[in-house]
T-cell receptor, first 111, second 114 residues
Framework: RKEVEQDPGPFNVPEGATVAFNCTYS??????FFWYRQDCRKEPKLLMS???SGNEDGRFTAQLNRASQYISLLIRDSKLSDSATYLC????????????FGAGTRLFVKA | EAGVVQSPRYKIIEKKQPVAFWCNPI?????LYWYRQNLGQGPELLIR????????DSQLPKDRFSAERLKGVDSTLKIQPAELGDSAVYLC????????????FGPGTRLTVT
């Protein structure tokens, strides 16, 4: 089993739709969680951190469920510019942390 | 503020040849990462530096890969000799040691081994 697994995608949605991605992680020592966005042939960029209490940034909401070991990303009112690959990132431990990326979920938003 | 700088952006070499990638992190960032990203996959950590010290190189194929970060600033990743399976994008990232460990990535070097 992979340490971090994501919905395989691709997700094809119309503009204005709401779409949700899930990501599961296997190591209960996981300490920090993030969503990164990666455009085609570009580098990953931080989208948002994920906190136990949930985190909202405009149309984007991220949530963490430690008991079930998954994180989610919800995008409301999808825009064409949201088309990208969304990478789930888990950091293990504190001082000696290790970063693990998921394989990513591809999103296509169509007019 | 300048971002993470990498060079070259593209490299095509024949198998068995050596290749080197260079990275200059964001000024003041103590932590530097090298990742390899294959098509359709997420970045895979190769090595992480805290200043000059390689604190996690467990995923670095040490028979052919080497890295250094002299003076704790810029870094070089080398492959010698390259194999066909090394074709990938090599990403460098840096972060400071405060807050949420947000990693800032460079544009990457796209390596093709023929």
């Amino acid at each position: 089993r992979k340490e971090v697994e994501q919905d395989p995608g691709p997700f094809n949605v119309p503009e204005g739709a709401t779409v949700a991605f899930n990501c599961t992680y296997s190591n209960s020592a996981s300490q920090s969680f993030f969503w990164y966005r990666q455009d085609c042939r570009k580098e990953p960029k931080l989208l948002m951190s994920v906190y136990s209490s949930g985190n909202e940034d405009g149309r984007f909401t991220a949530q963490l469920n430690r008991a079930s070991q998954y994180i989610s990303l919800l995008i409301r009112d999808s825009k064409l510019s949201d088309s990208a690959t969304y990478l789930c990132v888990v950091i293990l431990g504190t001082g000696g942390f290790k970063t693990i990326f998921g394989a990513g979920t591809r999103l296509f938003v169509k007019a | 503020e300048a971002g993470v700088v990498q060079s070259p952006r593209y490299k095509i070499i024949e198998k068995k040849q050596p290749v080197a990638f260079w990275c200059n992190p964001i000024s003041g960032h103590n932590t530097l990462y090298w990742y390899r990203q294959n098509l359709g996959q997420g970045p895979e950590l190769l090595i992480r530096y805290e200043n000059e010290e390689a604190v996690d190189d467990s995923q670095l194929p040490k028979d052919r890969f080497s890295a250094e970060r002299l003076k704790g600033v810029d870094s070089t990743l080398k492959i010698q000799p390259a194999e066909l399976g090394d074709s990938a994008v090599y990403l460098c990232a840096s972060s400071d040691q405060t807050g949420i460990y947000e990693q800032y990535f460079g544009p990457g070097t796209r390596l093709t081994v023929t």
